[in-house]
């Protein structure tokens, strides 16, 4: 709105793509980590979609066309947001017991948007001493502008340390999949098949098309 100069409907509609590419990333996550069960590509990729658009957001004006720079920026920072938050949600997920998992879920909940106001509040406070340095006789834009990029070269730097974090402490990354009942035979249930072939009720081809086929 203050650097294009949109109306609040305008500005709304311009944010769709937002809410479209976090449907599809937060549907495709949950197939997408039960199947790669290795967390650190995820957060490497997560990491870098939202360094992408801290970039270019760094680089947008009223010069530059909203689909230039910011509407790609709008959806790399959803994209690698939601790969990181929903892959955060299944590791501590998978990670405790069942009875444990509300609170789990509360505590990644709390701690994100308890992060979320802090940086906003650290960010807004940056952009506001920037800009009020350009000077009285500063255009108001430019001035804007120029807090603003600020605030997102602090996020770059923010978000490279948050994934060289992650590159160090990857071996504490784990997921588990749980496998359901229907998917696999318990070890009672191969018992029993053993005992039946030998027993001669089933023969051998027998049991091992049923291993196979479970």
Known sequence: QNVYH???VLTA???????VVGFL?????????????????FLLFGHASMIAACVLFAFVNANVSYWALAFPALC???LGFDVIFNLFNILMMTSCAVEHRGFAGGV?????QLGAGIGIAV???VADAVTGAQGTEAVVLDALTKGYDTTFWIGVGTLGLSAL????FQKLWKIQVEVSEAETLTGWEELELGK???AGDMTETEVGEILIAK
């Not at 990644?108 to 994100?112: F, M, P």
């Open 196 to 198: 039946s072939a030998v």
């Open 76 to 78: 790399c920072i959803v």
């Open 25 to 41: 990333t937060a549907s495709a996550m949950g197939y997408l980590v039960t199947r790669y069960p290795r967390p650190l590509p």
């Open 13 to 19: 509609v311009h944010l769709i793509p937002m809410m």
């Open 165 to 168: 974090i992650a590159v160090v």
């Open 108 to 112: 990644l909940n709390t701690v994100v």
């Open 6 to 8: 949109f109306s609040t």
């Open 123 to 125: 960010e807004y406070t």
